[in-house]
């Protein structure tokens, strides 16, 4: 079988831990793996799988030269730095930040969605991996947009804080403890309190009074299914570990049932329905932590719309929202473009 070479950039950090956990999981035909991070990280040592430890190297002094892909999630400033050396090398990067999302000459990838963009990754040896609450909300969409054509989606998220970093679980964490023990309740990372709370912010404010985040949610969805698209979010953080969910409303072209959906969305390749009608008939963010799929309960119709549905879908931020979406990537242009 043949291997490649791998490099992880911003292995330190919680995706960059679950792109190598998951590369190990999935029995990526990895060659040489090589974790990155700062200089001050750089020395320290990491878990591969189960059973290897490699030493953290420093990514301002790497050498790409002879590394075949390179998964990436380390911030967008840091990838617009690092992105010209390494595909200069013939390093193909697949990028977890928002800095080549938008580029129209970079395919914006989602496996169940949109496979055949990869192709285009050749233009500038990058594919960019989406937005987090994007991710999940389209994989659950594609088999309905097939069906019946997305018209028009209004989402509200409900954010995990590890889609914040390691610092804002630490303050989830910190705050929840104070609350308890009556301490000064301290803002580092949010604006606002997050434990026993929720922030209606995330990302920053636009002129047009959307933040980014909601932004990110209309263009990528547009990008990934289709310009026609119509969409309006309202992304919230809120204070659970890990674990995205959405509320996500729909109209479509064409007439779709409850049933109808349901149907297809269990037929769907990395989707799990569960959706009964009654109290534990549905899932949260706490039960998909860990997992692979997407997860869609309380499938039902809109009737102040026509061709309306409401859906409730959860996912693994860390996991499908992140590591696990750029590892397929990676999976399919090994298989299918590196020959």
Same mark, same amino acid.
């Given at each position: 079988?043949? %291997?490649?070479?791998?490099?992880?950039?911003?292995?330190?950090?919680?995706?960059?831990?679950?792109?190598?956990?998951?590369?190990?999981?999935?029995?990526?035909?990895?060659?040489?793996?090589? !974790?990155? !991070?700062?200089?001050?990280?750089?020395?320290?040592?990491?878990?591969?799988?189960?059973?290897?430890?490699?030493?953290?190297?420093?990514?301002?002094?790497?050498?790409?030269?002879?590394?075949?892909?390179?998964?990436?999630?380390?911030?967008?400033?840091?990838?617009?730095?690092?992105?010209?050396?390494?595909?200069?090398?013939?390093?193909?990067?697949? &990028? +977890?930040? @928002?800095?080549?999302?938008?580029?129209?000459?970079?395919?914006?990838?989602?496996?169940?969605?949109?496979?055949?963009?990869?192709?285009?990754?050749?233009?500038? +040896?990058?594919?960019?991996?989406?937005?987090? @609450?994007?991710?999940?909300?389209?994989?659950?969409?594609?088999?309905?947009?097939?069906? !019946?054509?997305?018209?028009?989606?209004?989402?509200? %998220?409900?954010?995990?804080?590890?889609?914040?970093?390691? *610092?804002?679980?630490?303050?989830?964490?910190?705050?929840?403890?104070?609350?308890?023990?009556?301490? *000064?309740?301290?803002?580092?990372?949010?604006?606002?309190?997050?434990?026993?709370?929720?922030?209606?912010?995330?990302?920053?404010?636009?002129?047009?009074?959307?933040?980014? *985040?909601?932004?990110?949610?209309?263009?990528?969805?547009?990008?990934?299914?289709?310009?026609?698209?119509?969409?309006?979010?309202?992304?919230? $953080?809120?204070?659970?570990?890990?674990?995205?969910?959405?509320?996500?409303?729909?109209?479509?072209?064409?007439?779709?049932?409850?049933?109808?959906?349901?149907?297809?969305?269990?037929? !769907?390749?990395?989707?799990?329905?569960?959706?009964?009608?009654?109290? *534990?008939?549905?899932? %949260?963010?706490?039960?998909?932590?860990?997992?692979?799929?997407?997860?869609? @309960?309380?499938? $039902?119709?809109?009737?102040?719309?026509?061709?309306?549905?409401?859906?409730?879908?959860?996912?693994?931020?860390?996991?499908?929202?992140?590591?696990? +979406?750029?590892?397929?990537?990676?999976?399919?242009?090994?298989? &299918?473009?590196?020959?």
């Amino acid at each position: 079988m043949k %291997t490649y070479n791998v490099a992880v950039v911003g292995a330190t950090g919680n995706v960059g831990r679950e792109m190598l956990q998951i590369l190990a999981e999935r029995n990526f035909p990895v060659g040489d793996i090589h !974790a990155l !991070a700062s200089g001050r990280s750089a020395g320290s040592e990491i878990s591969f799988g189960e059973d290897d430890v490699i030493t953290v190297k420093d990514l301002a002094t790497f050498d790409f030269k002879g590394v075949d892909i390179c998964l990436s999630s380390a911030g967008a400033k840091i990838s617009e730095e690092f992105a010209p050396r390494a595909t200069k090398a013939g390093c193909v990067i697949i &990028d +977890n930040t @928002s800095h080549f999302r938008m580029d129209p000459d970079i395919p914006l990838v989602v496996p169940e969605v949109n496979p055949e963009a990869i192709a285009g990754y050749k233009k500038k +040896n990058i594919i960019a991996n989406p937005n987090c @609450s994007t991710i999940q909300m389209v994989v659950a969409l594609k088999p309905l947009h097939d069906l !019946a054509t997305v018209k028009r989606i209004v989402v509200a %998220t409900y954010q995990s804080v590890s889609g914040a970093g390691k *610092e804002a679980m630490d303050e989830l964490f910190v705050q929840t403890r104070a609350v308890f023990v009556n301490d *000064e309740i301290k803002k580092e990372v949010f604006v606002k309190q997050i434990a026993f709370n929720v922030i209606p912010q995330i990302d920053v404010f636009m002129e047009d009074g959307m933040t980014k *985040e909601e932004w990110k949610m209309a263009v990528e969805t547009k990008k990934i299914m289709g310009v026609k698209i119509k969409v309006s979010a309202t992304c919230v $953080r809120v204070p659970v570990f890990i674990g995205h969910a959405e509320a996500v409303n729909v109209e479509f072209e064409n007439p779709i049932s409850a049933g109808e959906a349901r149907a297809a969305l269990t037929r !769907a390749k990395g989707v799990t329905v569960i959706d009964r009608k009654h109290e *534990e008939g549905f899932v %949260t963010p706490a039960e998909t932590a860990g997992e692979d799929n997407v997860f869609v @309960s309380r499938i $039902r119709e809109d009737i102040t719309v026509e061709n309306g549905l409401n859906l409730w879908v959860c996912a693994d931020n860390l996991r499908k929202g992140a590591a696990l +979406n750029a590892v397929q990537i990676a999976e399919i242009l090994a298989k &299918d473009y590196l020959k």
